[in-house]
């Protein structure tokens, strides 16, 4: 195989692999720090979308072309899809926060709005508004879904203000699953570039043949 095929064979592994490692790195981020990391609900989706997008849209834009036409077209694309998917209404996700601690936090922060409420298993019946606050999550990425439902937009900000200020004063403990996420990110920004290693004088060649 030449050395063009190894290139263009790497680089389409590399453009699956990278966003991917990228994604993981932020998680590891989002779960080494010393305080709960929140995020809205749209921004949660756009980070996972521009993670997984390029395993859908590099192939197709091998397929139809490459050119900055296609290129904007699928970037487009990919927005689109974001804003049409993206969870609707009042969501957050918390990074770093255990669904017990999650219960405590927002606990606190209906009490600092002032908000009656009664606790059941899924989340918190708000009386004053007939509400309810919703607990969700996926224990592996170590995060915690909130939404918010039957509310006006006043109270979710007053919500909003007072959870963000509530997970700000709460201090959580070092996350072996951010220390593996680290690991993986890395691993998969390596290897890409690890196994073209062996290639680069011959790609140097053929860049300099071309140039």
């Known amino acids: 195989m030449i050395?063009?095929?190894?290139?263009?064979?790497?680089?389409?592994?590399?453009?699956?692999?990278?966003?991917?490692?990228?994604?993981?790195?932020?998680l590891g981020l989002l779960n080494s720090r010393r305080h709960p990391q929140m995020l809205?609900?749209?921004?949660?989706?756009?980070?996972?979308?521009?993670?997984?997008?390029?395993l859908f849209v590099v192939p197709v834009l091998q397929y139809i072309g490459m050119s900055?036409?296609?290129v904007a077209a699928a970037a487009a694309g990919v927005?689109?899809?974001?804003?049409?998917?993206?969870p609707r209404g009042r969501t957050w996700v918390v990074y770093n926060l255990s669904a017990?601690?999650?219960?405590?936090?927002?606990?606190?922060?209906?009490?600092?709005t002032r908000t009656s409420f009664s606790e059941s298993r899924k989340g918190f019946h708000l009386e004053d508004s007939a509400g309810f606050v919703e607990l969700g999550g996926f224990s592996?990425?170590?995060n915690v879904s909130i939404t918010m439902?039957?509310?006006?937009?006043?109270?979710?900000?007053?919500?909003?203000?007072?959870?963000?200020?509530?997970?700000?004063?709460?201090r959580t403990e070092a996350n072996p699953a951010g220390v593996t996420m680290l690991l993986v990110?890395?691993?998969?920004?390596?290897?890409?570039?690890?196994?073209?290693?062996?290639?680069?004088?011959?790609?140097?060649?053929l860049l300099s043949d071309l140039f």
Not at 4 to 11: D, R, T, W
Not at 44 to 52: C, E, K, P, V, Y
Not at 105 to 111: F, G, N, R, S
């Open 3 to 26: 050395a063009s095929e190894y290139l263009a064979a790497y680089l389409r592994i590399a453009t699956a692999v990278v966003p991917v490692g990228v994604y993981f790195l932020i």
């Open 40 to 54: 809205s609900g749209r921004q949660d989706f756009a980070l996972l979308m521009s993670a997984i997008s390029p």
């Open 68 to 70: 900055i036409w296609s």
């Open 79 to 86: 927005a689109g899809l974001i804003l049409l998917l993206a």
């Open 100 to 112: 017990a601690e999650a219960r405590k936090v927002v606990a606190q922060a209906l009490l600092e």
């Open 140 to 142: 592996l990425l170590r």
């Open 149 to 170: 439902r039957g509310c006006d937009r006043q109270a979710s900000a007053r919500f909003e203000s007072a959870l963000s200020a509530a997970l700000a004063s709460c």
């Open 185 to 205: 990110a890395t691993a998969s920004l390596i290897a890409p570039f690890a196994m073209i290693a062996h290639e680069v004088p011959e790609i140097v060649r």
